[in-house]
């Protein structure tokens, strides 16, 4: 059965570090999401990305967030100058198509920011 | 407005015994409804979901059933086993792209 990957699956970086995500989509997916976890709290959204563009993004998604599909499997979140705050497990998500609503999780990246 | 309230926060049942979490919406226009299950240190993962053209759905010893009248679905569990202990999401599609709005969840924890 397809599903998503991500690497690294634990990134530790230091504080004002750049860190780079990666995940995989299901291959016949079009809508590609970001989802972090702070230890202990809630799964929040970060950015949805569609047709090459970002969709839909959060308060929480800065400018110090960007996002990239730099080819035709992968998916990315850039992190430019990591904080201590940002440590948290980031998830990928990613939809088939418009009209079909289920969102499949990849296992995620634990972020350590020290 | 868009918030799903979810109960009960924690649920502790015995082994083969049925667990029951269920979810309250508000929005009538509401018509997908995702149940996702997400274990210690893994993503979420989509167990069961129903449209609101759908009373109920089935899938081996998961069941959801929705009440569009009450605003409300629920998450049947049934001979539950240990390896059903995680924490349950019903979280709510929204937005231009139906990105996912997240709950506490409920942690259930299966007694062997």
């Known amino acids: 059965e397809p599903e998503v990957t991500q690497t690294p699956s634990h990134q530790v970086t230091q504080m004002g570090q750049e860190v780079i995500l990666r995940c995989v989509p299901i291959?016949?997916?079009?809508?590609f999401y970001w989802y972090r976890q702070i230890l202990g709290q809630k799964v929040e959204f970060l950015v949805s990305f569609y047709n090459n563009e970002i969709s839909e993004k959060s308060e929480i998604f800065d400018d110090q967030f960007s996002v990239e599909r730099p080819d035709g499997s992968n998916f990315t979140l850039k992190i430019r100058s990591t904080k201590l705050e940002d440590s948290a497990m980031y998830f990928c998500?990613?939809?088939?198509?418009?009209?079909?609503?289920?969102?499949?999780f990849g296992p995620g990246t634990r972020l350590t920011v020290t | 407005g868009e918030n799903v309230e979810q109960h009960p926060s924690t649920l502790s049942v015995q082994e083969g015994d049925s667990a029951v979490i269920k979810c309250t919406y508000s929005d009538s226009a509401s018509n997908y409804f995702p149940w996702y299950k997400q274990e210690l240190g893994k993503g979420p993962q989509l167990i069961i979901d129903?449209?609101?053209?759908?009373g109920e759905k089935k899938d081996q010893r998961i069941a959801v059933t929705l009440n569009k009248t009450a605003k409300h679905f629920s998450l049947h569990i049934t001979e539950t086993q240990p390896e059903d202990s995680a924490v349950y999401f019903c979280p709510k599609p929204g937005g231009a792209t139906n990105k996912l709005i997240f709950g506490t969840g409920t942690l259930l924890a299966v007694q062997p």
């Open positions: 129903i449209r609101s053209n759908v």
């Open positions: 291959s016949n997916h079009l809508y």
């Open positions: 998500a990613s939809r088939i198509k418009t009209g079909f609503y289920e969102q499949y």
